[in-house]
């Protein structure tokens, strides 16, 4: 009987530590959106910066490895310069939709992290007086996402999360008329980010 006891007990106890474990994570952060000038096809592409928002959710697989989906939103405005046309722009969202593999070491308070996944990046244009071609259509293209950061716990249920984040993409020519805005070349878009995170 008092075996019988014991093994219950530990059972008990073993259970109630895996369900009071964190494996879950929702986090919000601000994000600085910076995309390079491009060139090719006798286009130059010109992205200004600007600051956006990135949600993420990650669950833990094991105590180093995670999975973490991502959505982003920012405004920008794309400068195209070709031979014919000097002063293209195109005022557009840039939304941000992809999945990672999150890779975490811990020490301490500390815990840096590695990551890499795919996803897309959708450049829808804005029809508004800071866009001058009218005929410019959504891109939805498909890249890669890397990146790096730090997450510092604050409490077992919160941390301060800052980040590196590059999104490999090609460049947006929204479907112009005669390909006009088309460099057929890839950029990277730097998106640091810092926020805070939610365990449960």
């Known amino acids: 009987m008092k075996k019988t006891m014991l093994l219950s007990a530990l059972i008990l ?10 494996r879950q994570d929702v986090s919000v952060s601000a994000t600085g959106v910076f ?3 491009v060139t090719g096809n006798a286009v130059h592409l010109t992205p200004t910066k600007t600051m956006g928002i990135l ?4 669950y833990m697989l094991t105590p180093r490895s995670a999975l973490e989906l991502n959505y982003g939103f920012a405004q920008n ?3 195209y310069v ?7 722009r195109i005022h557009a969202r840039q939304q941000e939709l992809s ?3 999150v890779y975490n070491l811990s020490f301490k308070r500390f815990n840096p992290f590695l ?6 990046m959708i450049f829808t244009p804005i029809k508004d007086y800071l866009t001058n071609n009218l005929d410019a259509k959504q891109n939805t293209n498909i890249g890669a996402l890397f990146g790096g950061g730090v997450a510092y716990e604050i409490s077992p249920s919160f941390d301060i999360r800052a980040e590196y984040r590059g999104f490999l993409v090609k460049a947006p020519d929204f479907s112009t008329p005669n ?3 088309k460099t057929n070349r890839y950029e990277v878009i730097s998106t640091p980010a810092i926020g805070v995170a939610y365990h449960f």
Not at 115 to 120: D, H, I, K, L, W
Request: aromatic share 12%.
């Open 13 to 22: 106890s073993a259970m109630t530590a895996f369900g009071q474990e964190s």
């Open 35 to 37: 995309g390079p000038q």
């Open 55 to 58: 949600a993420s959710y990650r």
């Open 77 to 79: 405005s794309d400068k």
């Open 82 to 88: 070709t031979s014919f046309i000097p002063n293209g």
């Open 99 to 101: 999945a990672a593999y």
């Open 115 to 120: 990551e890499a996944g795919v996803g897309a």
């Open 179 to 181: 390909s006009d805005f």
